[in-house]
């Protein structure tokens, strides 16, 4: 006998933009192996290429991809028409590589990206969207159209500038928003709390506001290998320590999936990644 439980609609997807304030960070590669780690766990996970002009999500997967975005966006395909299957069964709409005119869309374009986006929220548990790096326009729609923000860095001075300047940038943009870091391609943990430290610090004394500590993803030759074969690290060496750090940030994800949104875009994301 059907409940009412049977009947309530499905909860639709969230959101998580995976964001960083210069490139070389290696913000797709993240993007890429969380999707693909959550997908082997049995979500149903919508990875978006939105670094509209520089994207390479569909090289990391060794996909051919013959339409993108670039098509959506033109009315010439739907969204349905450009999606591909990706490594551990995550869906992937594939981005735009070195075409600057997508690269500025307009007002109108950007809306009607994020609307198209709306249509999806019932088929999946969670939409990745892998934005460009910095500070354009369409960098902060996408993050700020997202339940989830996500900021990659390395211990890189200039890497750990340019965060702070997005993160100061987004509080800016948006009173009371909540983000997390991860660094990556670091030696030992104990690297990747002090870089932590440095920016949650500079970010409570001149922001006001406090970050989370998303974990990181330790230097690995596995990375750089699966790069080269053009294929998901954690896929290609599921026991390598890089893949073990993005294990547990895709189990902590998955373990509040299904908590209730609190409204409005930035949710609580510092509370989910501390539990």
Not at 78 to 103: E, N, R
Request: net charge neutral; aromatic share 6%; proline share 5%.
């Amino acid at each position: 006998m059907e409940t009412a439980e049977d009947r309530r609609p499905p909860a639709p997807a969230r959101v998580l933009a995976v964001t960083s304030g210069k490139g070389g960070v290696g913000k797709t590669n993240v993007a890429v192996n969380l999707a693909a780690r959550l997908a082997t766990m049995g979500r149903r996970i919508l990875l978006m290429d939105a670094d509209l002009g520089m994207a390479n999500a569909d090289v990391l997967c060794n996909l051919n991809v013959r339409t993108t975005l670039a098509h959506v966006l033109t009315g010439r395909r739907t969204l349905s028409d450009v999606m591909i299957d990706g490594p551990g069964g995550f869906t992937l709409i594939p981005g735009v590589s070195g075409l600057a005119a997508i690269a500025d869309l307009s007002e109108f374009e950007r809306a009607r990206m994020l609307d198209l986006l709306t249509q999806l929220e019932d088929e999946y548990d969670l939409v990745i969207i892998d934005t460009g790096a910095g500070i354009s326009p369409n960098v902060l729609n996408f993050v700020e159209a997202a339940d989830e923000v996500l900021v990659v860095t390395t211990p890189e001075p200039t890497a750990i500038t340019d965060a702070y300047g997005l993160i100061k940038t987004i509080c800016r943009r948006r009173e009371g928003a909540e983000f997390s870091i991860l660094i990556n391609q670091v030696r030992d943990s104990r690297e990747a709390r002090r870089v932590f430290d440095r920016i949650d610090l500079v970010c409570r004394r001149f922001l006001g506001v406090r970050a989370t500590n998303a974990g990181c993803v330790p230097l690995d030759p596995h990375v750089s290998a699966a790069v080269r074969r053009r294929e998901p690290f954690v896929i290609g060496a599921p026991d390598c320590p890089a893949s073990g750090y993005v294990r547990q940030l895709a189990h902590k994800l998955d373990r509040h999936a299904a908590e209730p949104r609190d409204g409005g875009f930035f949710k609580k994301f510092a509370s989910w990644l501390a539990g």
